[in-house]
């Protein structure tokens, strides 16, 4: 970002990686496209000899695994709002996860927070840890017990800036000096906490890793992920991309940038929102405890406070016991039943009948997860009509 660039997030987002593709130009006077264009093409062209030497040297488009003008123009919007020097999207956020991972661990082991995405703990569980990346665990959120592990010096550390689904934060600037300390490096999954919220990077972290399919997409329609870092950390996990595969297409690329358009504009009133829901929730007589980190209850309020810009759009609560949480499942009627998160509808999910459903019950309870607690991605609908829906259906 040169000097003069406007830096509020909303105005980088309207317009961030416009201008991102090498193809843009497509009038006789130059006059250009005011979206970038998908371009559904699997090869490129050469005019000449001269064109085709350009292209084997990496200077111009060879083929869309390689790279894709539509994917790129999504990868520099995000790179802007990360503060980062670029990003590689993927097909998904698994695919940009274990990649980032393979590339960063080269088979070496790594510490990884718990209450991290099950998908994640499931590839460093199994597939990670048959290539060499055996995975040790540690609460993220706690900074002495994640530095007292570092000392071992894994390959990398992995956290969530915010976890799931009690929404622990983690001290991002503590623990990226004690990473660099170590020499090892560090890893944020932020799709929780979105760039509006905090920017790893800007924290010391060697890379922010983003499911897409969640807020920088935002409208549950496209499956898509996100690594950001320097251009010398970036370089490494984009031949991972290139030789495994998981690039995102163009189309997807296009929704994806569509989306990111309204990030923070959608963040600012999901959060609102989210907050104002979990202050009613917690004046409930049915509800038990409200885990959301901009309530003052949460164990990590404080740190919220100096790290998040506000409290995010996610909020956990727990209902009395299970058949509590199913009839409550049951009853809401705007919120909408759906296992995901991020989107601009607000969606409720019961961990223990769904996420964590395979979970030996000893482990799920030590780890919070009780048969009454109920996830809520609180969307930008009309406030008043969430706390509606959510006191008839608690009645
Ligand atoms: C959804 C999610 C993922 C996985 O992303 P996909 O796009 O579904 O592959 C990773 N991390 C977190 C925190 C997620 O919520």
């Keep these: 970002m040169s000097e003069g660039t406007p830096k509020g997030l909303s105005t980088l987002a309207v317009s961030a990686g416009l201008h991102a593709s ?12 005011h979206v970038a264009p998908i371009f559904l093409t699997s090869n490129y062209e050469y005019e000449n000899a001269e064109a085709a030497d ?44 274990s990649a980032t991972l393979l590339a960063l661990a080269e ?10 995405y099950g998908g994640t703990t499931e590839f460093v569980s199994s597939i990670g840890a048959t290539l060499g990346m055996t995975p040790s665990f540690v609460p993220g959120w706690d900074t002495k017990k994640v530095i007292a592990k570092l000392s071992q010096r894994p390959k990398v550390l992995l956290v969530e800036t915010i976890s799931n689904p009690l929404l622990r934060v983690a001290d991002l600037p503590a623990l990226a ?21 905090n920017r790893p990077l800007q924290c010391g972290a060697t890379a922010v890793v983003h499911s897409a399919s969640k807020y920088l997409a935002g409208h549950g329609d496209v499956i898509a992920g996100i690594v950001a870092a ?3 950390v970036l370089a490494k996990i984009h031949q991972y ?37 979990a202050e009613r929730l917690s004046l409930h007589k049915s509800v038990r405890a409200v885990h959301y980190p901009g309530l003052e209850s949460h164990p990590d309020h404080a740190r919220a406070r100096k790290l998040l810009r506000s409290g995010g759009a996610m909020v956990t609560f727990e209902l009395q016991d299970l058949k509590a ?15 995901s998160l991020g989107d601009v509808a ?33 969307g930008i609908e009309d406030v008043e009509d969430l706390i509606a829906d959510v006191e008839q259906a608690l009645a």
């Excluded at 090498?22 to 496209?33: D, I, M, N």
């Excluded at 009839?327 to 909408?336: L, M, P, Q």
Aim: charge should be positive.
């Design 54 to 97: 350009a292209a084997a040297a990496g200077n111009a488009y060879i083929y869309s695994r390689y790279a894709n003008p539509s994917v790129e123009a999504f990868e520099q919007a995000v790179a802007t709002l990360e503060g980062a020097e670029a990003a590689c999207a993927f097909s998904s956020g698994m695919g940009a996860l």
């Design 325 to 339: 949480a199913r009839s409550f499942y049951d009853r809401i009627k705007v919120i909408r039943r759906a296992a």
């Design 346 to 378: 607000s969606l409720v999910t019961h961990p223990v009948s769904f996420s964590h459903k395979g979970v030996p019950e000893p482990v799920r309870l030590a780890a919070g997860i009780t048969d009454g607690l109920m996830r809520v991605s609180v």
């Design 107 to 116: 088979g070496g082991p790594i510490l990884v927070s718990d209450g991290i």
């Design 230 to 232: 320097n251009t010398h």
């Design 177 to 197: 000096t004690a990473c660099a300390q170590f020499g090892v490096a560090f890893v944020v999954d932020a799709t929780f906490a979105t760039p509006c919220l």
């Design 22 to 33: 090498k193809q843009e130009s497509l009038g006789p006077h130059h006059e250009r496209a």
């Design 241 to 277: 991309r290139k030789l495994i595969g998981a690039n995102l297409g163009p189309f997807e690329a296009f929704l994806a940038l569509r989306g990111l358009r309204t990030l923070p504009l959608r963040m600012e009133r999901q959060c609102a929102n989210a907050l104002q829901l």
